[in-house]
Each structure stands twice: as structure tokens, then as C-alpha cells.
């Protein structure tokens, strides 16, 4: 299925009210936008530290499988308004976790990829994949590191490849193209040594096994099938907010934890 949409399905998908929160964000469509990132994982440390997380399928599910409440969330680890989200209302859905008010189901997508050139969504994912596998509160403290340090615009491409490389799932802009380590000819590309270091800053991350995964690209066929799940969801962008498997209304919401914690309040929760 190709990663780019034409505007009809596009369309579509905004009167079936799937687009939700993501009308300022990344889209399929247009060019990858970046934010200024004002929080980072420091200032969330106790809220992140004692998340469970686990993988369902295509989602990475944090917080108590109990929860009355699910939260649905769309990223790509090179959009520049997904760690907007993260610093902002990602802050309040790590507490809303916490409490054990809600559990969030992550899809990791790496459409981007395909439209800029390079892997790093895809390298990114499956670093996020592996960290799932350290225990509690990795996923999340790693996720909010990774997009604190989330490198610039035009970054990620790697070696022999082209900024006009393109490709779904399986093809050369998600899972089916990484490099032998995962290098990136960009410094700040998401390398395997780029996530690594990422990493170091979450305590307990970094094990053989994770290092491994991280430079094997160890879960590429998992990056591959977010990525499908992605794309088969009808959504138009990242970050998308579904709240119970509906989609909130309005946009800024997403990038402002007070608004964003109103928001929340009157979908119920």
C-alpha cells in the first residue's frame, strides 16, 4: 500500500473524524514540520520510572491493562510536533497511567521515512521496540528521551541513500532498508550509536541485549507492521489522538498539558 495518500482517501478519513488531534501536525501530504520542545524526560522522571509497558500486537501498551480508559496515540519518531505531544499532553498521559486512570496504546509509524529519505523512523521504532523488553518504565522514559533529543529536519538519511528515497513497509523507506549497524550519515540521523547514547540516559536501559537489537535492527519486521497498521488505520497524520477509539476534537490541545488535560476531561475521563 503506498505510504502517500491521495487526497480523497485523505479526506475520508477527516469525515469519518479520524484525523483528530493531528490537524497540525505531520502529515502524509506535506512536508515534515518541526516544534520547539520545551520539557524533556528529567522533568517527568517519577511519572515515567514505574510504567509497565507491553506489547500487544502492533501497539506498545503502557500502563495497567485494568484501566477503564484507553488512549490511543499515532507517532512517528521524526515528526517534530510528535515530541511537541511528548513534552506537553505526553506528560499528562504518563500521569493519567500512573494513576491507573488510563492505558495508552502507542503506534509507531515510520511513513516519514518513505517521504524524506533515510530510516531513522524505522531505526528509531525498533529501538523503542527493544527498550519494551527492559522492564518498567523503560518504554516510556526511553520514548520521552528519544524525542527530547530528536535530530533536525533533513537528518536520518544513511549511507548510499538518497534524500528522495522512497518506499512502504518492507520497502526502502521503513523496515526494509536499514544499514548494516544502522548508521546514519547525519551525526544526529538516529544511528544505532545515536540511539545508544540516547539510551545511556535512561537508567537501567542499556543491557547486551538491548545494544544488540538496537544494531541488529532486531525487530524491522515488527517496524514493518506498525507501520502497515498505520497506514490500514484511515488516520492522516502524526501525532493522532483517539480517546477510547474516539478521535479528539480541535488541534493546539496537543501541544498545551493544561488544555490538553481538558480535553481528556470532557472525553470522560
Sequence with gaps: MPV??????????V??????????GCSQEGAPAAAAVTAGAAERADALSGLPAAVDGTKIVV??????????????????HCAKFEASAGTVLAEEAAAGTVKVEYVVASFLDARTGGTASARAANALRASVDAGPGRFAAFQAALFAAQPGEGAGVGVGEGAGASGGAGGSGAAGDFG?????GSPGGFS????????????GLRSAAFDRAVRENSHREWVADAEKAFEAS????TP????????????????DAA???????????
Excluded at 544505532?192 to 537508567?203: G, M, P, Q, T, Y
Excluded at 484511515?234 to 497524520?237: E, P, Q, W, Y
Aim: with cysteine; aromatic share 4%; net charge neutral.
Design 192 to 203: 544505532a550509536e545515536h540511539l545508544l547514547r540516547i539510551a545511556d540516559r535512561v537508567e
Design 180 to 184: 548494516a549497524a544502522g548508521d546514519s
Design 4 to 13: 502517500r495518500r491521495t487526497r480523497r482517501v485523505v479526506a475520508a478519513a
Design 234 to 237: 484511515g488516520v492522516g497524520g
Design 259 to 269: 488544555e490538553f488535560s481538558k480535553v481528556l476531561r470532557d472525553a470522560g475521563l
Design 240 to 255: 493522532t489522538v483517539l480517546v477510547d477509539g474516539t478521535a479528539l476534537p480541535g488541534g493546539d490541545a496537543l501541544y
Design 63 to 80: 500502563g495497567e491493562a485494568k484501566a477503564s480508559h484507553t488512549v490511543t496515540v499515532y507517532v512517528d519518531p521524526r515528526c517534530g
Design 15 to 24: 469525515s469519518a473524524g479520524l484525523i483528530g488531534l493531528a490537524a497540525v
